[in-house]
């Protein structure tokens, strides 16, 4: 399999949401399915501090064994949790990405073991820090209070992200599971550029054809077929390992999960998709 380019790995490292949380709650960001929020910096810090390296190739399980015994940081890369197979390949299914500064698992364990469930695979050339619990409890990381209450909050937003990523792909068509995903990478990892008819965002591609189609529960045809729709309606590009669209073509996506929200959000989504990702766009960290 081709590996990635440098761009792509470095996009997928933007420090976007990493600053130090302004309380207990967590950044102020949207809920968004596939893709978690990154860990605070101080519970990062502890995983580059105390955390084993380690490699893993396209592919690879980032689990070792049938019992999760600790817990993982990707530093550079794409790792992916998959949650339903088909006759012991990846098929349709929910599957959560993890991107750096998040947990390699895509949910959080705070107990010392319990089994694996589905499957945990590197999707490009993936580092992560380990920590075994052991070393997490040593450390304060699972005991401490204040560390407690912040993975308290990352665990709860990685159930929100779940959650909502389950509904999208319960309830919603094809089309609409697409625009979700391309949402999640364009306030995540994209950058935003003024076009003939508009803003329009580049972000870089979540995975291989594959990987995508197994995202959003489809067919590699019916992929094809989206992304052909993407490339006749938003102008769909493709430079390398990124695409360029008109970000408009989000908008109904966009005010689906305005609904979704209600009105006790941390966070108010504004009425245009264009100025959510220009806000989202002005976070990066310096």
């Known amino acids: 399999m081709k590996n990635f380019s440098k761009a792509w790995y470095d996009a997928l490292a933007t420090e976007r ?15 968004l399915p596939f893709v978690t929020l990154p860990l605070p910096p101080e519970m990062r810090e502890i995983f580059r501090s105390l955390g084993e ?11 070792e064994g049938e019992v999760v015994k600790g817990m993982q940081l990707v530093e550079s890369g794409l790792s992916a949790r998959i949650t339903a197979t088909l006759e012991g390949q990846a098929g349709p299914g929910l599957m959560a990405l993890a991107a750096p500064h998040r ?23 993936v580092t992560t820090r380990r920590i075994s619990h052991v070393d997490a409890e040593r450390a304060g990381l699972l005991n401490d209070p ?60 979540p995975g291989r054809a594959r990987h995508i189609a197994i995202v959003l529960s489809v067919s590699d045809v019916t ?42 959000s941390l966070f108010t989504r504004p009425e245009r998709i264009e100025a959510m990702l220009e806000e989202a766009a002005s976070r990066d960290a310096a």
């Open 53 to 63: 390296l380690k490699h893993f190739q396209p592919q690879e399980s980032i689990i």
């Open 17 to 31: 949401y990493a600053e130090k949380w302004p309380d207990e709650f967590g950044p102020r960001v949207p809920v």
């Open 103 to 125: 947990l390699a698992t895509g949910n959080l364990n705070l107990a010392t073991r319990r089994p694996q469930i589905g499957q945990y695979r590197a999707v490009s050339k």
């Open 223 to 264: 992929l094809e077929k989206l992304i052909a729709d993407l490339r006749q309606n938003a102008g769909l590009e493709r430079d390398g390992d990124f695409w360029i669209f008109e970000s408009a073509v989000l908008q109904p996506m966009h005010e689906w999960m305005r609904t979704t929200d209600g009105n006790e």
């Open 146 to 205: 204040n560390h407690l209450r912040m993975l308290l909050s990352v665990k709860e937003s990685i159930n929100l992200s779940d959650r909502m990523g389950l509904t999208i792909s319960a309830l919603l068509p094809a089309p609409m599971r697409f625009a979700s995903l391309l949402i999640t990478m364009a306030v995540f990892f994209g950058t935003v550029e003024e076009g003939p008819r508009g803003q329009r965002v580049r972000i870089p591609i």
